[in-house]
């Protein structure tokens, strides 16, 4: 009669202490190159008793190229059921990407994951590096006997490049002919900003996308501006080569490009949110940025010289 007690007092605890259900999703890199394979993974822990299907998230992946997927077959440990589907994923392009969130319904209960921000860099990692510059192309040594050949090739070769020049030259006027107004930097960076505080993303629990998107606008503005290649760089390889870029940019500038790039990647990465006030300094330097070089663009247009 005890033993029978004894059993249902435990059946009952194992009951009471037992999971119900636990949603989360992970990926192995936040940060890639576009040679990398990046793997998704989205898990359901629960009873073993339950069962419940992980939502197909294919078609919700954008900027990836999913390369393999599948669902590996659930596991029991210490009462739990486990159950992992994994995405193998790919990308081509270099820039800042966001996996979906996951979300399903059980019980009458809702349950989400978050956002996972994600990094695409390029492979050359440094491209100050002396064995990740172009080499020159070794000269031909000519061979006596094909001299003539050789003179002939050049001939044709220089008749193809004055043509192609030609050609060149004919499309440029037409251009010019009809050439529509395109919009400057600092005004489409003006305007994006505008439409960020708009959106009111930190209303609306969006902050990590908040940062995201001012810390692309930033990234934008400068490389159309100066030419120099922020989107394709981490925050550490801008810091490294933008000295040995030698670009027309005071001091003060830099520190406040460095800065928003540095806080905005705080949150971007990490689970650590900025105070709405800091945050929307962060916007106020954005832009001075912009108004500061634009003045330097006005000044050489006073000066007479086309930008």
């Given at each position: ?5 004894l059993?249902?007092?435990f ?25 990398d ?43 739990v ?5 994994y ?11 966001i ?25 050359l990692?440094?491209v100050?590096?002396?064995?990740n ?20 090739i ?15 030259w ?14 400057s930097?600092?005004?489409i960076a ?17 902050v ?44 003060d ?37 912009i108004n ?7 000044d050489?247009?006073?000066d007479?010289?086309?930008?």
């Amino acid at each position: 009669m005890l033993k029978a007690i004894l059993v249902t007092i435990f059946l009952l605890l194992g009951q009471a202490f037992a999971i119900d259900l636990e949603l989360s999703s992970s990926a192995d890199k936040a940060v890639m190159t576009t040679g990398d394979m990046l793997k998704f993974s989205i898990t359901i822990k629960s009873d073993p008793t339950v069962s419940i299907t992980i939502p197909e998230l294919g078609d919700k992946i954008e900027g990836f190229r999913v390369v393999d997927f599948g669902t590996v077959d659930p596991k029991v440990v210490d009462g739990v059921k486990s159950v992992v589907r994994y995405y193998n994923l790919q990308a081509d392009l270099v820039g800042s990407y966001i996996l979906p969130a996951v979300s399903l319904s059980h019980n009458g209960k809702e349950y989400k994951t978050s956002e996972i921000f994600v990094e695409v860099k390029s492979v050359l990692r440094d491209v100050g590096k002396e064995e990740n510059k172009l080499k020159d192309i070794k000269g031909i040594i000519p061979n006596p006997s094909k001299i003539g050949l050789m003179i002939v090739i050049g001939f044709i070769l220089l008749v193809l490049i004055i043509s192609g020049l030609g050609f060149m030259w004919w499309r440029q006027l037409k251009r010019r002919k009809s050439t529509d107004t395109v919009e400057s930097p600092d005004v489409i960076a003006t305007k994006e900003l505008l439409a960020l505080e708009a959106e009111r993303l930190f209303e609306s629990g969006n902050v990590k996308r908040y940062h995201f998107r001012l810390s692309e606008i930033v990234r934008v503005y400068i490389e159309g501006r100066f030419g120099f290649r922020a989107t394709d760089m981490t925050t550490e390889e801008i810091k490294k080569n933008i000295s040995r870029a030698k670009l027309d940019i005071g001091s003060d500038i830099i520190t406040s490009f460095f800065e928003i790039l540095d806080k905005t990647d705080i949150v971007k990465f990490t689970d650590i949110i900025l105070p709405k006030t800091e945050s929307e300094s962060l916007i106020i330097k954005a832009r001075a940025i912009i108004n500061n070089t634009r003045q330097i663009l006005a000044d050489n247009e006073s000066d007479g010289s086309v930008v």
